[in-house]
């Protein structure tokens, strides 16, 4: 079955660190890859999007993830973390079983930001 | 566009009580999910429907749920009777067909049980 690890459930930098969250997922087959954020008392929303083109992806807010099919991998980064980015973050694939619709998400990353 | 509706916001009831959140989906989207957050779950996938139809049930808890949707702008999640474990947040996203699977979601109904 599909799975999504974000390995960390809390990262703490401080403000203007580098901020890498990540994320592996088990596919045999190459997936879609999404990066949501989720901040308090708030819906997902979409950060940015893997969907087979160019596998460095650029999203909103200065964040960009890369895929990197032989890591099964798919980890987000900003070069500078701002008080602003402190949030739940969800990596979530595709689930490859027959065009289900599925997301398969990940258990998620709460992002600390310092000053 | 307006994106995924959902109401209520909050609401709070005691145990035993008839529960029902609404969603309001995307307009042209064929695909509506229910998810439900916790702190000790996370997200969990709860149903979704293609078309007004139900795919896949799987992920709800157990009988005490239900959900419907009658037509392509509207779909409620009723929990009868109630209990205080149900208490978490509940999400409605929707998605095109085609659209790399990726889904919009509302902004969460938060239920709490007494």
């Known amino acids: 079955a599909q799975s999504v690890t974000q390995l960390g459930s809390h990262v703490s930098v401080s403000e203007g660190a580098l901020v890498l969250l990540r994320c592996n997922y088990s596919s045999s087959v190459p997936p879609y890859l999404f990066w949501y954020v989720q901040y308090p008392n708030q819906g997902l929303q979409l950060l940015l999007k893997?969907?087979?083109?160019?596998?460095l992806v650029k999203g909103i807010n200065g964040f960009e993830a890369e895929f990197k099919k032989s890591e099964t991998s798919f980890h987000l980064t900003k070069p500078s973390a701002h008080m602003s980015d402190a949030a739940e973050y969800f990596c979530a694939v595709s689930d490859p079983g027959g065009n289900t619709g599925k997301l398969i998400f990940g258990q998620g990353t709460t992002l600390q930001v310092k000053p | 566009d307006a994106g995924v509706i959902q109401s209520p916001r909050h609401e709070v009831t005691e145990m035993g009580q008839e529960v029902t959140l609404r969603c309001k989906p995307i307009s042209g989207h064929d695909y509506l999910f229910w998810y439900r957050q916790t702190m000790m779950r996370g997200l969990e996938l709860l149903i979704y429907f293609n078309n007004n139809v139900p795919i896949d049930d799987s992920g709800m808890p157990e009988d005490r749920f239900s959900a419907k949707m009658p037509n392509a702008s509207f779909s409620t999640l009723k929990i009868q009777p109630s209990e205080p474990r149900d208490s978490a947040v509940y999400f409605c996203?929707?998605?095109?067909?085609?659209?790399?699977?990726?889904?919009?979601f509302g902004p969460g109904t938060r239920l709490t049980v007494t």
């Open positions: 893997y969907t087979s083109a160019a596998t």
């Open positions: 996203a929707s998605r095109l067909a085609g659209a790399h699977y990726e889904q919009y």
